[in-house]
Each structure stands twice: as structure tokens, then as C-alpha cells.
């Protein structure tokens, strides 16, 4: 579409569209909505012309934010961020300040602290800062803890660890309480599976998505029709390549590529803060879905989170290149707009 125009009030977008169609409803009756109720944005009081593909703002569904900058992730073209396992003390308090209008940084959203046994992933792991693991033991432990991630205002995620590559796990028992808790309170259960049979181990319990697209071994194809129908893949590839050709990615490529094909959903993430990636849109995460079958139209639904349509916020990003022509695009960022304010 050329001559997009998006007009912005309030932190909200008040039109997005052709220019000569905004024209078309100002032009409407007198007041505050045309006959057709479209509403009437207000005159701009300030127009930036950018040469480029408008998208909504990008959101990273698995970033470690205390290991990474937000101001940095915003900058690079990430308007939002969820947080998936980072010592509460830390990363709740800023998530509030993100809420504000003056947070030079992207809109944190997180789930507090990864819950696991004793002595279990992410506890003994030199990247995890104390306290990015709670560690339960027996069923009760596990309920309670769930009630106390959840306690916090906003949090609507329970993240759990099964990664016998690292240590020991949750038991069946305890990992079932901690799914039918959070189900019971309309959370979701994200989960870091690693090793084998803990993806089973997680359908079986009733997870709801899985953090990392799995990578430790190939999957049945019976388990990923099973994950297809009742979770999603948080992407996460990149933390597997760094630009190389590993065994591991080409092992989650497989796994992706077949979920696919079944028709499963998936999300972008990069596991920000774990590992060398950059702050921002990462071009190679996006090459990654693209070799594994998702479409370009696919990778921008999996990149973004809401429409630009009026009354949404204001976050908006623009690239110098289409990315439905080219994933290359994610790279060249030009501008961003987060809560109606430029940033770049």
C-alpha cells in the first residue's frame, strides 16, 4: 500500500490507512464520527514522513530483559517483551516503570521465576542470576507456587523447567498440580522441555506452550501432531546457530518444519540474554522460520501482537525493505514508534 498514513492520539492509533481515505472521512458530517461511525482522527500535531514498510510493533516472546537492555530492544525495533524467567525482585519492578510514559525502553511483561525441583534447572546454571529459579518439592509446594507467581498483578504465565539434560525434574505429580492450577486460575503454562521424553512428559501434563522449539531429539510424529493441536512453539532457533550450522538447529528445523506442516502455531522469540543475540529484531530468527516452511505473511503474524487498527496503542515500527518480499527486511529498521512517541 503507498502513502500509508497513520495518525496517532492519546498513545492510541486514531487511523491507519491510504491518506486519500482519511481525506474521504474528514470530509464526513460535522462532529466527532462520520454516518458510518468511523471516527474523525484529530489534526496531527506532528508528521514524520518515512520512507518504508509500516508494521505494528514487534513483540519478543522469550527474552531474559536483566540480561539485556530495554531501551536497546526498543531501539532495535521490539516494542514489547515477555520476560520468561528472571528473578522477580528485578524484573516485576520493571515492569511497572515500563508502563509509564517516560520508560525509555520496551513494554516488559513477565512470569517471574521459572519453577522447578530441587537442585533443578535453572538453579545451578551460570547464566540464571539467584532467584530466576523456584524450586518446589511434592504437589502442594508446586500448587502454592503457582498461586504466588500468579498473586502478582498482570501475570497471566507459569513458566516450569524439564531439562533432565541439566539435572533432575519435576515429577508427573507435581508438574500436573502445577498446570491444573494455573489452568484453574485461566493462566497458561509455558515450559523449557530438554532431553528425552520430557516434551511427552509436558503434553501429558497439559502444557500450553513450549518456550523453545525443541531441539535434543527428533520428535515422533504422533507428538508433534499432538503439539500442533494443543500448544505452540516459541521459536528460539537462533540460540542454536549464531550464523553456523549446528546439529542442534538443524534438529529444531525438523521438529518446526513438521509442527508446520501440521499446522501448529508459532510465536517469535529469541531467549534474548541467554546467549550473544542482539538486542531487537533479529534477521536471523526470522530466516530461521522462513527455511522451516512459515511464510513471510506467517513470520509478521508470528513478529507482531495487535493490528494497526484504531484503538490500538500506538507502537509501530518501520523497515527500510517489504519483509513479505524479503526476510532480510527485519534488519534494516528505520523507525520506531512506541506508545505514540518516536524512537528512531
Known amino acids: 500500500m503507498d502513502d500509508v498514513l497513520v495518525v496517532l492520539d492519546g498513545g492510541k492509533v486514531a487511523f491507519a490507512g491510504r491518506r486519500a481515505d482519511l481525506d474521504v472521512i474528514a470530509s464526513g458530517p460535522s462532529g466527532t464520527e462520520t454516518l458510518e461511525g468511523t471516527p474523525v482522527p484529530p489534526e496531527p500535531d506532528e508528521e514524520i514522513v518515512v520512507d518504508g514498510f509500516v508494521m505494528p510493533g514487534a513483540v519478543d516472546r522469550h527474552v531474559h530483559i536483566g540480561l539485556s537492555n530495554p531501551a536497546a530492544v526498543l531501539a532495535g525495533g521490539v516494542t514489547a517483551v515477555r520476560d520468561l524467567g528472571g528473578p522477580p525482585e528485578e524484573i516485576w519492578p520493571l515492569a511497572d516503570l515500563s508502563e509509564g510514559p517516560s520508560f525509555d525502553g520496551a513494554l516488559v511483561r513477565g512470569v517471574g521465576p521459572i519453577i522447578t525441583c530441587r537442585d533443578g534447572y535453572p538453579t545451578r ?146 531467549d534474548l540474554g541467554n546467549g550473544p543475540i542482539p538486542p531487537g529484531l533479529h534477521g536471523a530468527e526470522a530466516l530461521h522460520l522462513f527455511t522451516a516452511g512459515l511464510s513471510p505473511e506467517g513470520i509478521l503474524r508470528a513478529i507482531t501482537f495487535r493490528p494497526l487498527e484504531v484503538g490500538e496503542p500506538g507502537d509501530l515500527v518501520v523497515l527500510g525493505e517489504n519483509p513479505l518480499e524479503t526476510v532480510d527486511a527485519y534488519d534494516d529498521v528505520r523507525l520506531v514508534i512506541r506508545g505514540g512517541r518516536p524512537v528512531r
Not at 539435572?167 to 509455558?190: F, K, M, Q, R, S
Not at 500442533?228 to 518444519?257: C, W, Y
Request: hydrophobic share 45%.
Open 125 to 270: 546454571s551460570s547464566w540464571a542470576p539467584p532467584g530466576t529459579g523456584l524450586e518446589v518439592q511434592g504437589t502442594e509446594e508446586a500448587a502454592q507456587a503457582v498461586h504466588d507467581v500468579l498473586a502478582r498483578s498482570g501475570v497471566t504465565v507459569v513458566k516450569v523447567a524439564l531439562n533432565v539434560d541439566a539435572g533432575p525434574t519435576l515429577t508427573d505429580t507435581e508438574l500436573l498440580a502445577i498446570c491444573d492450577t494455573a489452568h484453574a486460575a485461566e493462566a497458561i503454562v509455558t515450559v523449557h522441555a530438554q532431553g528425552p521424553g520430557q516434551v511427552e512428559r509436558a503434553l501429558g501434563a497439559g502444557v500450553d506452550e513450549f518456550a523453545h522449539c525443541p531441539w535434543s531429539e527428533r520428535l515422533p510424529d504422533a507428538v508433534i501432531e499432538a503439539m500442533a493441536k494443543r500448544t505452540r512453539i516459541v521459536s528460539t532457533l537462533d540460540i542454536h546457530s549464531f550464523g553456523r550450522q549446528t546439529p542442534e538447529l538443524r534438529m529444531a528445523l525438523d521438529n518446526l518444519r513438521r509442527f508446520l506442516l501440521a499446522e501448529g502455531s508459532v510465536a517469535y522469540g529469541t
